[in-house]
T-cell receptor
Framework: SQQGEEDPQALSIQEGENATMNCSYK?????LQWYRQNSGRGLVHLIL?????REKHSGRLRVTLDTSKKSSSLLITASRAADTASYFC???????????FGGGTRVLVKP | DTEVTQTPKHLVMGMTNKKSLKCEQH?????MYWYKQKAKKPPELMFV???????INESVPSRFSPECPNSSLLNLHLHALQPEDSALYLC???????????????FGPGTRLTVL
C-alpha cells in the first residue's frame, strides 16, 4: 500500500521553468526522501529530509516538509530537458526500515 | 564504489523455469532490498535483509525466494512464475546507522523480467 500520494500525476513544462510537485503521507515519519527515475531504469536518490527539518536544498532542488500537514514539496528550478523523469517521494516511518513510495509525478521538460 | 549492480539486465523465462537474479554492492551497506515495479507504478517492497538476515517479507508468494549469502550479495530465486510476475525487479542497499536508522537507498538498474 502507498504511504504517500503525489500531485500532480504528470507535469509538462518548458525548459527554464520551475517544476513543483507535492507529496502527502499518512503516518508519522522518521524521514522523507525524493527519488528520480528515468524511463525503465533504476531510481536515483535526490534528497532526504528528516522529520525535524523544514527545508533542504541541493543544487537546483528545494524540498520542504510540513509534518503538521503531513506533506512535502519538491521544487526543481530552471529545469532542463535532462530533468525529464518520474519523481517519487518515499517515507520511512518513525520506527521501521521500510521505504514506502508515493505514486510518482511524471515530469516532461520540453526543449 | 557507489554502485549497485544487477544481473541479468533482461530475462525471459517460461512458467516452468528456475532462474535467479543477482545483486551486488561494495559500499559496506548492511541493508539490502528487493522491489518489484510494474509500468507507470511506484516500486513495491518485496524483501528486506538487515545484517544478512531477512527482516521483512511483504507477503511475497513462495515462488520468489530471496537469499543473502554475504553482506555484499543478494539473490532472488525464481521458480514457477506467472505471467503477471513480469516486471522490473530492483535491488537496493542502504547504510544502517546506530539506533537502526535507515538512510537513503542506492538502487541498481534493475532486471526486466518477462514470464511467458
Amino acid at each position: 500500500s502507498q504511504q504517500g500520494e503525489e500531485d500532480p500525476q504528470a507535469l509538462s513544462i518548458q525548459e527554464g521553468e520551475n517544476a513543483t510537485m507535492n507529496c502527502s503521507y499518512k503516518t508519522s515519519i522518521n524521514n522523507l526522501q525524493w527519488y528520480r527515475q528515468n524511463s525503465g531504469r533504476g531510481l536515483v536518490h535526490l534528497i532526504l529530509i528528516r522529520s525535524n527539518e523544514r527545508e533542504k536544498h541541493s543544487g537546483r532542488l528545494r524540498v520542504t516538509l510540513d509534518t503538521s500537514k503531513k506533506s512535502s514539496s519538491l521544487l526543481i528550478t530552471a529545469s532542463r530537458a535532462a530533468d525529464t523523469a518520474s519523481y517519487f517521494c518515499a517515507t520511512i516511518k518513525a520506527a521501521g526500515n521500510k521505504l514506502t513510495f508515493g505514486g510518482g509525478t511524471r515530469v516532461l521538460v520540453k526543449p | 564504489d557507489t554502485e549497485v549492480t544487477q544481473t541479468p539486465k533482461h530475462l525471459v523465462m517460461g512458467m516452468t523455469n528456475k532462474k535467479s537474479l543477482k545483486c551486488e554492492q561494495h559500499m559496506g551497506h548492511r541493508a539490502m532490498y528487493w522491489y518489484k515495479q510494474k509500468a507507470k507504478k511506484p516500486p513495491e517492497l518485496m524483501f528486506v535483509y538487515s545484517y544478512e538476515k531477512l527482516s521483512i517479507n511483504e507477503s511475497v508468494p513462495s515462488r520468489f525466494s530471496p537469499e543473502c549469502p554475504n553482506s555484499s550479495l543478494l539473490n532472488l530465486h525464481l521458480h514457477a512464475l506467472q505471467p503477471e510476475d513480469s516486471a522490473l525487479y530492483l535491488c537496493a542497499s542502504s547504510q544502517v546507522d546506530m539506533g537502526w536508522t535507515y538512510n537513503e537507498q542506492f538502487f541498481g538498474p534493475g532486471t526486466r523480467l518477462t514470464v511467458l
